[in-house]
Every structure is written in structure tokens, then in C-alpha cells.
């Protein structure tokens, strides 16, 4: 927290509108400033950029600081604290919304578990078991459409042990036949939960269209 603060109270000492980056030190001065507001920018908070130059400005003056270091410290991580869980409570309300949504479209069959299912291609091979190993075209996309992985894309299908999978396509992909093509709408319990993974942040809604390609068993399978 004191290398944020720090970098902050550098950035803003610098005012680039009123002088040209005449040294190197002008030159590192402004990088760190750009790295520090970027990452500023990602908390997504509307951050009142009078209050913080004159708090920086305090900071480097030494003087009429309203806030101690542990005071500051505090402030700080109940603000991040805050400011996670109203993206969180954000994140939720959509996923929600899009589930309520989506469950009413004609088509859409919803598993007991919750999970959200409409076959866009009918497969005429066999279905898979839980434990088989699978060979799938996919595109992965959460509920404001950004599309997160996308096979099809690197022209790559993927192999893969269904049961090593989340439990939305554990539960999903079993629906399907050979040649097939679903659309699955996972809640967050059925994919990723609580946690993030990579561009996916928590409490997120996934929606995945699915085509399976291929069942790699030697284990017999119905053709119903």
C-alpha cells in the first residue's frame, strides 16, 4: 500500500499538460503515473480526482494530513472491501437476470440442478457417459455477450474427460449425441461459483454452445 501511495504522490507532482517529459526521470515519473491510474481504472470506481491531488499534494508537503497511516491503511482496504462486493452483488443481479430471462425462451429445458439447456442441432450418434473421454467444438461467453474462449476460433477442438469438467458441462453434455449442437446457460453454483478463473469473474453466468464431435470409449453406449 505505501509503493501505491508512493507512485501516486509521483504521478501527480508531474503535470504533463504544463511541461514537456524533459529527463528520463520525467519520462519514469509519467510511466508510473499511467501504470498506477490504469490500475486505478480497473477497480472501476469513480475515483474524485480533486480530493486525491490534494490529499497527494498533503502527502508530499508533509502537512495537514487528515488521516494517520493507519488510519489510511483502514480507509483503504474496508473501500476495496466495499468495492468487491458491489461488483459482486453486480455480477449476481445480471447472471440472475439473464438465467430468469433465458428459462422462458421457447426450447429451453432447465435441469434440476438449474442448469439451462437448448439443443440447436440435433446429434444422430450416441450420447456420452459422465466418465467419457470427448472430443467438443465450444465457445464460451458470459451474459453481457464477451465471449471469453473460443475453439473454434484457433481451429482447435478440445479432448476431454467430461468428469474433469465443471459440473454444468458434467451434467449438460451427457443430453447430447454425437453430431450435435447445444447451447448450455450454467449458474454460477454449476460453473465456476465463488472464485474467478482468468477472464471470468465470480458469480458468473457462462454460456457455452457446445458441439460434440467425437466419444473416445470403449465402454458400449445406447443410441437412444
Not at 99 to 119: C, H, M, R, S
Request: charged fraction near 25%.
Amino acid at each position: 500500500m505505501r509503493l501505491i501511495l508512493g507512485l501516486l504522490s509521483i504521478c501527480f507532482a508531474l503535470n504533463t499538460s504544463a511541461q514537456s517529459l524533459k529527463t528520463a526521470n520525467d519520462s519514469l515519473s509519467y510511466a508510473l503515473g499511467l501504470d498506477v491510474g490504469r490500475n486505478l481504472k480497473q477497480l472501476d470506481f469513480q475515483v474524485n480526482q480533486d480530493v486525491l491531488a490534494k490529499a497527494i499534494k498533503q502527502a508530499l508537503d508533509k502537512k495537514d494530513q487528515r488521516f494517520t497511516e493507519s488510519q489510511t491503511n483502514e480507509i483503504i482496504r474496508s473501500g476495496l472491501n466495499r468495492l468487491g462486493e458491489e461488483k459482486i452483488a453486480k455480477t449476481k443481479a445480471a447472471s440472475q437476470a439473464y438465467l430468469d430471462q433465458n428459462k422462458k425462451k421457447p426450447g429451453v429445458i432447465t435441469t434440476e440442478e438449474g442448469l439451462q439447456y437448448q439443443v440447436l442441432q440435433e446429434g444422430t450418434g450416441l450420447h456420452p457417459k459422465p466418465n467419457d473421454m470427448v472430443v467438443v467444438h465450444y465457445k464460451g461467453a458470459l451474459a453481457d455477450g464477451t465471449v471469453f474462449d473460443n475453439s473454434y476460433d484457433r481451429n482447435e477442438p478440445l479432448d476431454i474427460e467430461i468428469g474433469r469438467t465443471i459440473p454444468g458441462w458434467i451434467i449438460g453434455i451427457p443430453t447430447m449425441k454425437v453430431g450435435g449442437k447445444t447451447r448450455f446457460v450454467i449458474p454460477y453454483d454449476l460453473g465456476y461459483g465463488e472464485r474467478s478463473s482468468g477472464p471470468i469473474p465470480a458469480y458468473s453466468t457462462l454460456i457455452f454452445e457446445v458441439e460434440l464431435l467425437k466419444i473416445i470409449s470403449e465402454e458400449p453406449h445406447e443410441s437412444i
